[in-house]
């Protein structure tokens, strides 16, 4: 708070505590906030909205989820969405599906990595449940972590491989 300052302790140093401290409400807020997945820091994790799952997709509002995929599905297939499909979701999330490349990078982590241009209902349900997405509003606070600049080295060798060599 403004004005007020801290009793400095000297059991603890500025950047932990002694282990015979490590119970302090602050050494908890530290634990807690290190608990904190790679994707919720990049932008794709949790953050309110819907019933969460409990079945085979436990980290996400299912319906939600499956609404989406409804959406985007193929006409002929509902368990794929191909192209035209992604393409709808590219207008939803604001990205241009010829020039982004995040359309790609999407696709890979949802595990969409059979067919280019094309994800299964299951590929997507797994891949929602995994990043937890399950709205349009999820899926456009996931896009920053989509930029490759964010992505480990082996996973955009494996980007790469599914995406550009096919």
């Known amino acids: 708070m403004p004005g007020k ?5 000297s059991s603890s140093s500025m950047w932990g505590s002694s282990s015979s401290n490590s119970s302090s ?7 807690s906030s290190n608990k904190q997945s790679s994707s919720s820091r990049r932008g ?16 996400i509002n299912e319906e939600g989820a ?24 590219c207008e939803q999330l604001n990205l241009d599906p010829l020039e982004d490349i995040r359309v790609l990078v999407l ?5 969409a990595n059979k067919k280019p241009a094309e994800i299964s209902k299951e590929e997507w349900m797994t891949g929602c449940n995994k ?4 709205s349009i509003d999820k899926f456009t606070n996931f896009l920053p972590a989509l ?4 992505m480990e080295r082996d ?12």
């Open 25 to 31: 409400p602050s050494s908890s807020r530290r634990s």
């Open 155 to 166: 996973e955009f060798k494996e980007f790469y491989k599914v995406s550009l060599l096919v």
């Open 44 to 59: 794709g994790g949790g953050g309110g909205g819907g019933a969460q799952g409990s079945g085979a997709y436990p980290y």
């Open 107 to 111: 696709l890979y982590k949802l595990g």
């Open 131 to 134: 990043h937890r997405l399950d």
């Open 66 to 89: 499956s609404k989406l995929f409804e959406e985007i599905c193929d006409e002929d297939d509902p368990n794929v969405a191909g192209m035209e499909g992604i393409c709808k979701l």
């Open 5 to 9: 300052k801290r009793k400095a302790d």
């Open 147 to 150: 930029d490759t600049g964010f």
